[in-house]
């Protein structure tokens, strides 16, 4: 891994690839985006650290492992949790890495579809970046649906344990009101995200914060106020097998609880996305990836112990009769405050904590959504492109921001007729994600292989080895989180996964087929406009 100077004008003869020498008269990010064919137009004010900030929000450790924690005890406990996490967070940062050496020679707003479209050679650009592109956007839109429909459901929790628990007579919100949470939940990411980028890399730096300090108050709190806790041997050698979904084998029960692990550490494709806004972006976008990863992987690992620590007896914590209704975490929290006070309000403030990160995930989330769309519709790719790739006199794509907002509460509209149909929408955001995230690395170590010129952050003879062990781990969690999850398989217990993936990928193919290879020619430069 290294830091360089790449001669300007060295690319080779595919697809035309070239580095930019550091601009000493202004900002290397924003010649280098000159040189790929694209004018400022979004503010460059972003540093480093805000860069970052957008990346480890959206990441949230706090998000995805107090969401998915039913998960991870239902499937391994304790061993999958601790030991699965460093096996999901050692592939990711092959991803990273490899995501992060492209994004210093392509700092732009479109990112992996941009990439890929350079990656692949003239003959295969256009078809490449609308792959990539439609993959990549409806797996963000899919991301922020989950996590802010995830924020109204704890949401849901907390009403209900603040009102007495459902073994006390507490109020359980019906699933029209929780999506009508999750609809004022957008509502409000749309309107903060609407304000100028200052205002929202402060509010990004806050969020990082947030989540930074709120793991270390929750993983030191909940364990100390517990009065039963768990031993080290129970934390780090118990193999929970008791599940309910008729699955006995050891490595198919850990295989499945890896997917706490893996769905927590998605959306740090936000840093490259926030390149053009980014000051020294082919420097500061690929740090922002692998930083945002790494620490969350270390962040991530003390509050899963700390959590984890405060467990005694699974079955109980997954029992939709406990008072917070099954909602593990909850009642983990709950529980260790009232054992020792005789009250739960402390474990209330707890999960007031982790709603508060979940609502700057989600706010982050809309963020990259949206800079996502702005880029793809500048090169035509989207209905009305004309009207998703307009800023305001902040230089802001408002109108983006609000499509991908409304979006968002459109694919969560199925909860309302079936969970099941939910659940396969938003698995676009763990599995169609990491497919876009893994394309334009496959071409990077096929057809550009020899003519791929690195930036200023590169991993130098690594390059092509660390690709592949990434695209080959994005292979692999395709298929297994495509297995089914309980046994016997029924309609209401498929795993409706590979269903929702394959039909996103027969929709962009047909509508490729069908429609764009007549017109969409992959990125378009618009210095001349």
Known sequence: ??????????????????????????????????????????????????????????????TGVTTLYNTGLNYGGPVTMTFGWFVAGAFTMTVGLSMAEICSSFP???????????????????????????????GQWAVTTSVDYSLAQLIQVIILLSTGGANGGGYLASKYVVIAFHAAILLSHAIINSLPISWLSFFGQFAAAWNMLGVFVLMIAVPTVATERASAKFVFTHFNTDNSAGIHSNLYIFVLGLLMSQYTLTGYDASAHMTEETKNADRNGPIGIISAIGISIVVGWGYILGITFAVKDIPSLLSPDNDAGGYAIAQVFYQAFKSRYGSGVGGIVCLGIVAVAIYFCGMSSVTSNSRMAYAFSRDGAMPLSSVWHKVNKHEVPINAVW?????????????????????????????????????????????????????????GRYGVVVGWVAVLWVATITVLFSLPVTYPVTKD?????????????????????????????????????
């Open 403 to 459: 499509l991908s907002a409304f979006i968002s509460l459109c694919m969560a509209l199925p909860s309302l007729g079936s969970l099941v149909a939910f659940q396969a929408m938003v698995s676009i955001a763990t599995i169609g994600l990491y497919i876009a995230y893994a394309l334009p690395i496959f071409f990077r170590v096929t057809l550009a292989r020899k003519y791929f010129v690195p930036g200023p952050f590169n991993l």
């Open 1 to 62: 891994m290294t830091f360089s100077k790449s001669p300007a004008g060295s690319g080779g003869s595919g697809g035309g690839i070239t580095a930019v020498d550091v601009d000493r008269s202004g900002d290397s990010g924003q010649a280098r985006l000159n040189e790929l064919g694209y004018k400022q137009e979004l503010k460059r004010d972003l540093s480093l650290l805000s860069n970052f900030a957008f990346s480890f929000t959206i990441i949230s450790v706090l």
């Open 493 to 529: 217990t498929l795993n409706y996964t590979p269903v929702a993936v394959g039909g996103l990928f027969i929709l962009v193919l047909a509508s490729w087929i069908f429609s764009a290879r007549h017109w969409f020619k992959g990125p378009v430069t618009n210095l001349g406009g």
């Open 108 to 138: 732009t707003s479109g990112g992996l579809y941009y990439w890929s479209a350079r990656l692949s050679g003239n003959r295969w650009a256009p078809f490449a970046s609308w792959i990539t592109g439609w993959f990549n956007i409806v």
